[in-house]
């Protein structure tokens, strides 16, 4: 699950955003063209279906919406931990299989944290979101936060 490539920032806010008003009014006309591109492979497994950023109650939430391929990721399971593929597709819908998902994209997000949006850490009210779909509905959706900045 881990060597998924992922779309992690398109994009780098300017240095001069010190607030959440101020990265969401730059960061809208970026995701308006990238919500132009959508849906857009990332890799074999991952789409990027959606980019949204609003501004309410002084947070600036931007949020990624990915769709995943079911039966590849199956496959990635099954080659990494040499379980059939109906096994790992049992062990997804079990909560310890929600559990491992979630950790898993919460590393990922901890990762793109550190990496791909250092420039929004500083920015009090930031809030940066992965929500991960599969395109078998009976996998449970995920979402993990980037950053969540106090306000």
């Known amino acids: 699950m881990k060597t998924i490539l ?5 994009f780098s806010v300017s240095a001069y955003a010190t607030t959440a008003k101020q990265a969401c009014d730059e960061l ?5 063209d990238l919500q132009a591109q959508a849906p857009m492979d990332i890799d074999y497994v991952t789409t990027l279906t959606g980019v ?12 990624y919406s990915y769709v995943l391929k079911t039966t590849k990721f ?6 990494q931990n040499e379980l059939s593929i109906d096994d790992n597709l049992a062990f997804l819908k079990t909560e310890d299989g929600v559990a491992a998902l979630q950790e898993s994209f919460n590393d990922i997000a901890k990762n793109s944290a550190n990496t791909n949006f250092k420039d929004f850490k500083e920015i009090k009210g930031m809030h940066i979101l992965y929500s991960y779909s599969f395109d078998d509905t009976e996998v449970p959706s995920i979402r993990a936060t980037v950053m969540e900045n106090e306000l």
Request: a positive charge; charged letters at 20%.
């Open 6 to 10: 992922f779309l992690l920032a398109l």
């Open 28 to 32: 809208k006309p970026v995701v308006k």
């Open 52 to 63: 949204q950023v609003f501004y309410v109650s002084n947070i600036c939430i931007l949020n």
């Open 74 to 79: 199956l496959d990635d399971m099954a080659k």
